[in-house]
């Protein structure tokens, strides 16, 4: 199993102490989100981790208790976009994310810190101008501390619409995807970085750019040291590439409110919400009612156990983090 640190909202920055609390306690209870009173149990031992893998942009909060994942594999997907407080309104001071970015790939490794640099929009004041030299500063900044940078064009999403009207967005063209394709790729490689694209399906490999994977095996089989055999996740869009995982977050929790994001549409809701959190209940948000019903959910290893016994090998240890 490979387990989503959570694309709903960003628990290193906001819930740590609940996640490590699960942890402890091998499991955890996650909503339906399409089905309110459905709700998975979500055993959340090693044997069955096969890697974690942390979406935030704020990874402070886990700089000290990095020990307390010495027995599973996890990277993290770290977003530092060029954006003020107007877009992501909660977000610190990009400074101090850059810092903790610095300083947790100093502890795990630049393999598995992954640079996010997304959704770009443009506007009259956020040109190709404008996010060419943010990108510079900040590739310059995390040079050595990353291997890859993560890009997307915003996509507007239903649930986000209302949000961000106040952008007066138009659609991203082709041109300007190939033209940021194509000064992107050329700033990361002075760096010593390469650009991959999320969730797109314009063609940007004549710059050097991939499509990535997000939830991405390769990577999963880079760390471990062990062969992964996993399908693409059915759930998410067509052109996404990522790989299955199971998400123990919830919508309408995530306290940056960025007024683009898609996992917060719900009004004042995450106000609601984080009122019902309890750092010690099963559930992120909230505990078990009466209507609830609960069922165990099925979770098993993507380690190819037929490679490792033909080759006589032991499951490799995460690295040590002192």
């Given at each position: 199993m490979i387990l989503s640190v959570s694309r709903r909202t960003d628990i290193p920055a906001f819930y740590t102490e609940w996640f490590f609390n699960r942890l402890k306690e091998g499991y955890a209870l996650v909503?339906?989100?399409?089905?309110?009173?459905?709700?998975?149990?979500?055993?959340?031992?090693?044997?069955?981790?096969?890697?974690?893998?942390?979406?935030?942009?704020?990874?402070?909060?886990?700089?000290?208790?990095?020990?307390?994942?010495?027995?599973?594999?996890?990277?993290?997907?770290?977003?530092?976009?060029?954006?003020?407080?107007?877009?992501?309104r909660n977000v610190p001071d990009k400074e101090q994310v850059v810092e903790s970015f610095v300083k947790l790939s100093q502890l795990i490794g630049k393999k598995r810190t992954v640079w996010r640099y997304d959704p770009i929009f443009f506007t009259n004041r956020f040109d190709l101008e404008y996010h060419s030299k943010s990108f510079n500063k900040l590739a310059s900044k995390l040079k050595g501390h990353t291997e890859r940078c993560i890009i997307s064009f915003i996509d507007v999403y239903k649930k986000s619409e209302r949000n961000i009207k106040q952008l007066n967005l138009a659609a991203v063209s082709e041109r300007q995807m190939i033209e940021t394709g194509k000064v992107f790729s050329e700033i990361a490689a002075r760096y010593g970085m390469k650009?991959?694209?999320?969730?797109?399906?314009?063609?940007?490999?004549?710059?050097?750019?991939?499509?990535?994977?997000?939830?991405?095996?390769?990577?999963?089989?880079?760390?471990?040291?062990?062969?992964?055999?996993?399908?693409?996740?059915?759930?998410?869009?067509?052109?996404?590439?990522?790989?299955?995982?199971?998400?123990?977050?919830?919508?309408?929790?995530?306290?940056?409110?960025?007024?683009?994001?898609?996992?917060?549409?719900?009004?004042?809701?995450?106000?609601?919400?984080?009122?019902?959190?309890?750092?010690?209940?099963?559930?992120?948000?909230?505990?078990?009612?009466p209507d609830d019903i609960i069922r165990e959910r099925k979770t098993e290893s993507y380690r190819d156990m037929d490679c490792i016994r033909k080759k006589g090998q032991r499951r490799k240890k995460p690295p040590v983090v002192e």
């Open positions: 909503r339906n989100p399409m089905s309110y009173h459905q709700v998975s149990r979500i055993k959340l031992s090693p044997d069955v981790i096969d890697c974690i893998v942390f979406w935030t942009k704020n990874p402070a909060k886990m700089l000290d208790k990095l020990n307390l994942l010495k027995d599973y594999n996890y990277y993290f997907q770290i977003t530092v976009n060029p954006y003020d407080r107007q877009i992501e650009v991959a694209t999320c969730s797109e399906y314009i063609d940007l490999s004549p710059f050097g750019i991939e499509h990535a994977k997000c939830i991405d095996d390769r990577l999963i089989s880079e760390i471990t040291g062990e062969s992964i055999i996993v399908k693409k996740d059915k759930n998410q869009r067509n052109v996404c590439g990522c790989v299955q995982s199971i998400d123990i977050g919830a919508y309408n929790t995530c306290h940056h409110e960025c007024i683009y994001c898609y996992a917060n549409f719900s009004g004042n809701s995450v106000d609601n919400n984080v009122l019902k959190h309890d750092p010690k209940s099963p559930m992120l948000i909230g505990s078990v009612e």
